[in-house]
């Protein structure tokens, strides 16, 4: 939009290199601390130390003094119970997941959440059993504790002869659950004690988004197997889903129509019913607990019918009211388990962590990222030994805590008393509920991250790369499994970030008439390119990987290889030389080259010479100047490569970063254009940058600190100025003196054999 006048702004200061900007602004010396001062600094104490560490610990001491018991203490209770049934359903379902009893997915909907309770910085979490880790360590357990290892010799005509004992399975999934579940604790309390919660930052919104719903795909196909109650083997690893789905079809005509009736009705409700949830949620005070409503029904059906005995039905059968006692560990499988258990523990934290942040700008309070870590470590490590496994949150729990009202965790606490109350009373009445039933509830819950797949169009329109990266990760976690697809999706990732950084992007800047803006001159029709000053830019780090690049797109933009343009002038040089002394080539008085043939636009010939002094080479004796145009024609027939400018501008801002390869290579581009009259300046840097430059040793006697520039426009100004005042020599002039009378042979500067990268290093090192 055009500005009014009154906002044009003019300032007038003096042009600023860098030692001249420093005479003018004292600087500051930066004094980093030892190891001794930081070391006495953490472990000093005092009262107010003291203080803060313990609410940091624990934060309930710091809101919970604060609680509002008029004004919260009704809406925690209505979003207690209302999450509570929630809380104890899918508890039952994600147990399924594990591949161990569904009364384990109670302990760990109730265990898991009392240390939260204590020490979690989230306010409106649901902790407990995820879809998402629950299979993933169901993948675990299968893999430590297949099917195959618990077949004994039996009675009936089944396979082979052979039967599975059912509970010694059972009774060693649970510990392989447990183990992996404490194992994940102590990881994460390892990662909140040093302070490394960013590295989860490294697990980006696409590739979270292309996980998740592969992992939603593997946890459907895995619950449509118990909907349709059609035997399958339990299969791990690469292809386990494929493998899966064929066996599925394989044994389709086994299908168990009760069930299959049951899970389809449940379904088909239940995604009913959360739709009218989510269209009327401003209306509907409460959302319908629909799961709970089925639930009730179909254990009703099912045990009014006697399912099991007239159909075959697959129920929940026995689910033991009461606790089990702590067990431990079982610590000889952690070196087997900890590459999955690593995994799991890092997804289930990015996605607690990614949900508490959403919740906590909308209710604004702050969310401490490593104390979430020590808060899940320590919760996993309680709740593993309490034959629970492994829970962070689950998205649509979380989001009935919020939508129902809940302020603070006591709506959490209200809702972990529910849970209580069905494994200490209630448990036993579910005895007669269908897997199915649970298994199509499982499946229904998956919608958001079904839907998750409306975003690659969407990621497509804005960054292409984001696109890829939830593809692939997407794709890998179908085909390698979870584990292995994270990791496969993480690399791709990293790599997208090293392409991208590896092969920046580049541009030629030109000046907006009028101003000192400087943009791309291929951007904007009205960027004019200053005449015999190139300024080039490079969006980047510049570093050991890019560096070749780097130079391959200076060359570009400059129009000419600085190495190639140094070689073929010496070879024209050496020609001169010999042509010369051959008495072909004469200079004149003023030190002008002719010949009888063609002559150099710069040169001019000499009307007073006698044409027979051309023949005696011999008869010059003192020293004469020779001045050769290497834009014009030249007489040898030596091609040497036309350069047009006289000044050279890299721009740094954009450069956050050199390494020492980068800072050598920059050190040999400049010394490069400097042999061949071309003036190279830095404009645009971080005072970090320069001393890193400093450090790696990229400023002597030839390469000064007064190519350094505060702008772009600094330079040019300083380019022009010394132009006006005649400092700056025409650089397609090459100045050399020769004596004619001496017999030996001219000497030039030696020339790099080293063109690549590499060599010019080894040269600079040398």
Known sequence: MDLPPDQNYCVARPVYSKPSFEEDNETKARVPKTVRERFKKSCSCSAKRAKDITKGLLPILDWLPKYKIKEWLPKDIVSGISTGLVATLQGLAFALLVSIPPIYGLYASFFQFLTYFFMGTSRHLSVGPFPVTSLMLGSIVLAMAPEENFKIKGNSTGLNGTAVDIAAMNEYRVLVSNTATVLMGILLLIMGILQIGFLVRYLSDPLVGGFTTAAAFQVAVSQVKLVLAVPTKNYNGVLSVIYTIIDIFRNIGKTNIADLIAGLLTLIVVMSVKEVNDRFKHKIPVPIPIELFVTIVATGISYGVDLETKYHASIVKDIPTGFLPPRPPDVSMFADIIGSSFSTAVVGYAVAVSVAKVYAIKHDYQIDGNQELVAFGVSNIFGGAFSGFFGCTALSRTAVQESTGGQTEIAGFISASIVFIVIVALGNLLEPLQKSVLAAIVIANLKGMFMQVLDVPRLWRQNKTDSIIWVVTCAASIILGLDLGLLAGLVFEMATVVIRTQFP????????????????????????????????????????????????????????????????????????????????????????????????????????????????????????????????????????????????????????????????????????????????????????????????????????????????????????????????EDPIFEKISLMKESKEPLTFPEIDELEDHQGAIYKLAS
């Not at 030249?634 to 980068?662: C, E, N, Q, R, Y």
């Open 505 to 728: 992007t580049c541009a030629a800047l030109g000046n907006v008439p009028g101003t000192d803006i400087y943009k791309n001159i291929k951007d904007y029709k009205n960027i004019e390119e200053l005449s015999g000053i190139k300024i080039f830019r490079c969006n980047a780090p510049i570093y050991f990987a890019n560096m070749d690049f780097f130079k391959d797109r200076l060359k570009a933009i400059v129009g000419f290889d600085a190495v190639r343009v140094f070689r073929k002038r010496n070879k024209a040089l050496k020609m001169i030389q010999k042509l010369i002394k051959k008495g072909k080539l004469r200079s004149t008085k003023n030190g002008v080259l002719t010949d009888l043939g063609v002559d150099n636009k710069a040169f001019e010939s000499d009307p007073e010479q006698d044409p027979e002094e051309a023949e005696d080479v011999d008869v010059p004796t003192k020293e004469v100047e020779i001045q050769v145009d290497w834009n014009s024609d030249l007489p040898v027939k030596v091609i040497v490569p036309k350069v047009t400018i006289h000044s050279l501008i890299i721009d740094f801002g954009a450069v956050s970063f050199l390494d020492v390869v980068s800072v050598k290579g920059l050190k040999l581009i400049v010394k490069e254009f400097m042999r061949i009259d071309v003036n190279v300046y830095i404009a645009g840097y971080d005072d970090e940058i320069i001393q890193k430059m400093e450090a790696c040793g990229f400023f002597d006697d030839t390469v000064k600190k007064d190519i350094l520039f505060l702008t772009i426009h600094d330079a040019v100004l300083f380019i022009r100025m010394k132009a006006s005042y005649g400092n700056v």
